[in-house]
């Protein structure tokens, strides 16, 4: 046995129990130390209390730590970390992780936890705080909290993963503002965790373009000139820009030539950033090149639409801007087509883009962000006659079987302003836009769906869809299941049988598939609806092989002849309808078939 004196107490432990919690303490306990021959050991200057000392003991001997006020579990913390008790820290960590309730306490307990190299008691801090980004984005004590960590810290904090901490909390700043002294600060560190070449590069252009949009332009081109240095290829952008700036565009324009010249197969944005700098026929060429080696650049078309209604050529206008948004939904576009609209007194079109632009962006202004868009459909909605539900139940069953998503937006826009449940409308308006391939809007618009389900079954299976399409398709199974075991919804059966495709490798045979959508058709639900969900299966399934079969389309088109592309048009209008028509069939035919089976 020995005893521990601790001012004026005396505190008896099992020497040999005590010298198990770490090898320092068997060292000083057991070995060759003074200690290991005394009974009695003087810990008055070690920063624990008696009764602190007397959990030690008891832990010790249990292996369990007893309740104790948090400071007394921070003295046995401070304890466990000076002898390098990895087993008593462990313990210590989760008692006081269960009082961690509130920001305050979070960040307090992280400060504790950093200094101490408490890793549980950390990740209990940080989970806390990250679920209440970004309510704490302007509050400097907290932001310094994490400007201020060193590679100990993050490494308590989050191991190796410091750059993906620190890239996901300046994304977050970005999109609250970009231009805030915080976004500067978590840019930084994301620097300054950066391993390697890629992430390097990455680091600095994001850093560099903050820099720029602050007008720190001296800082901005030394960060533009390092990761171009590095290898980051469209950081000559900014240097291009930054020339631009001080009125040198033919610098400008020599350095994007520099880079198309050095390259085999140049990309689209490098003839589309040298026609900033160019004029007349040249600018009219380098994006003609854009479009060619890149058709999904929104910014040529743009251009060329507005060159177009300054010449009076609505209609060739209207034609440009049509053939983008055939495929990419952009709300640039839609403001654009929405003024030829006007200009041919076709107050429909633009009604029905006006309410398109609604949907997918609330907040979005028009006329270089002046007027709000409500006040745009006030103004056309005095030309256009009201449809009744019935109408809207019509025209949706158009837009969609003329695989129009536009419209089909547009007219779900117009129905959510009657009495019809709210839930299955915007539902329906996430699987536009998920075939559309908008997944901010696809996720707000599943997150309204669920706060207006008007039954819990129903409210799971939006939850489910959250869950699948941010990629938890196991967590969403579980919803769908649940969701099925109080009613049987075809939207739950989609859900189980999309979450099912998509669980990996162990994922069931295709036939388990089908006959879950077999099920899903056979339950109660309009038509339309069906199909609609029927879509998003099968494109949310392959996304990226779709869109590119889109992408090849197109740049087919530009690269034939001027001649050939009239009659190549048809055909990508055919093959779109065909595309969107085809998902449908086959999903019916496998259930069919696999239910024969």
Known sequence: ????????????????????????????????????????VDMSNDGISPL??????????????????????????????KYCCEGLKDACGRKLATCVHTRQDAIYYMECALELGCTVLAAVCLK???DELPAWLNEEHVVNLFSNMNKAHLSTLVGNASFS??????????????????????LEKLVESAIGNHQNQFALHQLECVKFLREEYIEAEYLFNLAYSAGHLYSIVGLARLASLRGNNHL??????????????????????????SKGDAKCESLNK?????????????????????????????????????????????????????????Y??????????????????????????????VLVMEHVERWTTGDCWMNLYDRWSAVDGIGSLSVICQMLESDLPKGVLYFSQSLFFSALNCLEATLRSLALAREHASSKHERLVYEGWILCKTGHCEEGLHKAEESIAIYHSSEAFFLKAKALAR???????????????????????????????????????????????????????????????DKLEPLFSCFCFATFRCAQLVCWSKAAAYARN
Request: charged share 25%.
């Open 165 to 186: 901490l620190f890239y996901f909390l300046s994304e977050v700043s970005m999109s609250m503002d970009p231009k805030s002294e915080t976004t500067v600060l978590f």
């Open 503 to 565: 669980s990996g490798p162990d994922s069931p045979s295709p036939a388990a598939v089908a006959s879950l959508l077999e099920e899903a058709l056979e339950c109660a639900s309009d038509r339309l609806h069906k199909g609609v969900v029927c879509d998003f299966f099968f494109f949310d399934n392959d996304e990226d092989s779709y869109y590119n079969m889109i992408k090849g389309t197109i740049k087919l088109m530009h690269i034939k002849q001027m001649s050939e592309r």
């Open 252 to 277: 400008s324009i020599k350095m994007l030539d520099s880079v198309i010249s050095s390259c085999q197969m140049p990309l689209g944005w490098m003839y589309q950033e040298r026609s900033l700098y």
């Open 290 to 346: 854009a479009t060619e080696s890149d058709p999904t650049l929104v910014y040529p078309y743009l251009y060329r639409a507005a060159y177009l209604m300054k010449k009076q050529s609505i209609e060739a206008a209207l034609v440009e801007i049509n053939r983008v948004l055939g495929f990419k939904l952009s709300l640039e576009c839609l403001e654009i087509r929405f003024c030829l609209h006007i200009a041919l007194e076709d």
């Open 348 to 377: 429909r079109g633009a009604f029905r883009d006006v309410h398109a632009m609604i949907t997918l962006d609330p907040e979005w202004r028009m006329f270089e962000k002046r007027v709000p868009m409500g006040q745009m459909k």
């Open 52 to 81: 602190a000392m007397c959990a030690v003991s008891k832990f010790s001997l249990t292996a369990k730590l007893p309740h104790f006020a948090p400071e007394v579990l921070l003295e046995i913390l401070d304890f466990s970390n």
């Open 1 to 40: 046995m020995v005893y521990f004196k601790i001012g004026d107490d005396m505190v008896l432990c099992d020497r040999r129990k005590i010298a198990t919690l770490s090898s320092p303490l068997r060292t000083m306990l057991t070995g060759g130390f003074k200690e290991s021959k005394l009974e009695l």
């Open 128 to 130: 806390l705080l990250l």
